[in-house]
Structures are given as structure tokens and as C-alpha cells.
């Protein structure tokens, strides 16, 4: 059974995926300078509105095996003990102790 | 893929038997019926199974294999390959060789790129304890071999055979030269704006900016109108 925030992770990323168009569409108007300020201002309060779920910065890396949100390596998606445990199991493919 | 014992005989037999490609070899005896090597498939009269193994060259599968001479110098293909495994590469691409000599394709001897080395260093502990850390890498060892003046089905054919028969832990890309009729320009053009009309990114891109004038217009409408209206509104998921 996967970490709390690991579903709340996977939450924000369908939650993100659902209504990237919408966001950056109100984003465009809000960020647009020939536009009155009024429409600007209206669009920036309707962007407030989304919920947390919603936002791209909600999404974070977590490492696939402990759902540990720091000292995730992104390629393995796994944390930095993780990934020397598996390297010295020899299951991650050509990864092996450096010596030079 | 090959047990301890194999593999330290099969390196230790390509150890000495590197240099001495089949193009040194001295002729067989007159007594044996031989092809030379190299004979291209087209060449090979039609012969029966016992006189094609009698004149099979003894450890021709191990030595290096034979380059044929290029006739006029035209690129036909590259080919890449990469592993994290040297040993395995330089099989592969030794099994790529005698394949391509097989066929009759004038090939380079392969070429060692650049080793890329990628480097990470870690805790050794899950917690604390920075000053004791461990170094992990990744090699990725890199092989070329050219091909030139083959005919573009040949190519296609070890191509093909290539990945067929390719080893696990061995990626191979092919860079192909090919002959193209005049006015390909403007066709490749047309290809790739149908593509891009069928792909995501353009309608998005378009999507976005759609709604976008639709939610200016609405705000203008609000704001020219009666006052503002209170609440939330409601968020209709675009049809994807």
C-alpha cells in the first residue's frame, strides 16, 4: 500500500493532467497586458479558485519504493539508500561501485 | 549468457586470435575445395551441403571478420550500437561483421566512440552520517560501424537480421544514406505538417488560446454589464 502522499502525489498529477488547458487558458488572460485590468483581475480570482490538486508545482517526485519525498534520484525514481541497495543487488542494469 | 569457464575460453581465444584476421590467412590446401573469403551470395554456385562445409574456413566464426574492399566509396549506412556491457558489445558488433561480410557489404572496422560515464554518489547510511558516502557509475560504451555501397535492400536486410538477432543489453541505431527522387523537398514538408495536423500539440496550443478569447469575452460581458456576480463558477472540463 503505497505512503499517504504518495496518493495525494497521484491525486495532483491526474488532478493537473485534467485541467492544464483550463489553468493556462485563465493564465493567458490573467498574464496578458493589452487586456483591461478588470478582466485581467476577474480571471486571476477565477485561477484562485482551482483547488490544490490542480496546480503543477503539487507535483513532486517520490521514490518508488518508500515514498520518500527528499534525495529522490530522478532516473530510478528511487531515494538515495534505495538506489545503493539495489546498485549493490546488482538490479539496477549496468550500475556498479565506481573505482578510478 | 555464457557460463564462467566459457566466457574466460572465449576471451582468451579471441585474445589470440585478434589479429589474425582471415586476410592474412595463408590459401588452403590445393586437395580442398575452397571459396575465397568473402564470396558474395550471388557468387556461390549452387552447391551441396558437404562440399559448402568442407570448404568452410575453421575459425572463421571467431577471427575477425573479413572486410571487403568498398567499390566506389558511396555511404550506404551507420551503425551505432551502445551497451553498459563492453564484452557483450564487442561480441555484437563482431557478430555484425561477419554478418555484413555474409552479405557482401563493404563495411569499416568498428570505431570506438567517446565512453559516456554517468556518476552518482550517495549516502552510505539512510540517515545522517554525511562524511561517508559511496560512488556508483554507469559506462555507456559506444561502437560505430559504416556501411557503404550496398544495394538499399542489402541494408535493409542486416538491418533487419541485426535486430533480429540482437543481444540483450545491446542498443543499435541505423543511420541510412538513401537515393531520393527530385522534388522530395516539398513532399517531406507536406508529410510532416500532416503529422503535425494529427498530433497533440498544435490543437492544444490552439485549444488553449480559443478558450482563452472565450473566458475575454465573458469577463467583458460581465464587467460592461450589471455588477459582478458573487461565488465560484463552474469549471467545465474541456472535452479532450
Known amino acids: 500500500m503505497p505512503n499517504a502522499r504518495v496518493l495525494r502525489d497521484i491525486k495532483a498529477r491526474h488532478g493537473v493532467n485534467a485541467n492544464e488547458i483550463l489553468r493556462r487558458a485563465y493564465l493567458y488572460v490573467a498574464r496578458n497586458q493589452t487586456l483591461p485590468a478588470q478582466v485581467r483581475f476577474q480571471a486571476q480570482l477565477q485561477l484562485n479558485t482551482f483547488g490544490r490538486y490542480t496546480r503543477p508545482t503539487t507535483v513532486k517526485n517520490r521514490c518508488i519504493e518508500t515514498g520518500r519525498g527528499r534525495g529522490v534520484i530522478s532516473e530510478f525514481g528511487l531515494t538515495r539508500f534505495q538506489f545503493r541497495q539495489k546498485a549493490l543487488a546488482n538490479e539496477l542494469p549496468g550500475v556498479h561501485k565506481a573505482s578510478w | 549468457m555464457f557460463s564462467r569457464s566459457c566466457r574466460s575460453a572465449v576471451s582468451a581465444l579471441q585474445r589470440s586470435l585478434r589479429f589474425n584476421s582471415t586476410n592474412s590467412r595463408p590459401p588452403a590446401a590445393a586437395t580442398e575445395p575452397t571459396l575465397p573469403t568473402g564470396t558474395p551470395l550471388s557468387q556461390i554456385p549452387d552447391i551441396s551441403e558437404p562440399f559448402y562445409a568442407s570448404s568452410i574456413v575453421h575459425g572463421r566464426g571467431v577471427r575477425p571478420p573479413h572486410i571487403l574492399p568498398k567499390t566506389h566509396g558511396i555511404p550506404a549506412a551507420t551503425l551505432h550500437f551502445r ?74 536486410l542486416l538491418v533487419q537480421y541485426l535486430e533480429k538477432h540482437i543481444a540483450a543489453g545491446v542498443g543499435m541505431r541505423a543511420v541510412r544514406w538513401t537515393r531520393a527522387p527530385v522534388g522530395i523537398g516539398a513532399k517531406t514538408v507536406e508529410t510532416v505538417r500532416g503529422q503535425l495536423r494529427g498530433s497533440d500539440a498544435v490543437p492544444r496550443a490552439q485549444k488553449v488560446k480559443a478558450l482563452g478569447e472565450q473566458i475575454v469575452k465573458e469577463e467583458m460581458k460581465a464587467a460592461a454589464g450589471a455588477p459582478t456576480t458573487e461565488g465560484a463558477v463552474q469549471h467545465t472540463a474541456p472535452s479532450s
Open chain 2, 83 to 156: 551497451s553498459y556491457h563492453p564484452n557483450l558489445l564487442d561480441f555484437f558488433v563482431h557478430f555484425a561483421g561477419h554478418a555484413a561480410a555474409a552479405l557482401g557489404i563493404p563495411i569499416s572496422k568498428p570505431v570506438h566512440l567517446p565512453t559516456q560515464r554517468r556518476l552518482w554518489t550517495v549516502l552510505r547510511g539512510p540517515f545522517v552520517h554525511k562524511k561517508s558516502q559511496e560512488n556508483f557509475e554507469r559506462r555507456t560504451h559506444k561502437r560505430v560501424i559504416k556501411a557503404w555501397d550496398a544495394h538499399p535492400d542489402t541494408v535493409d
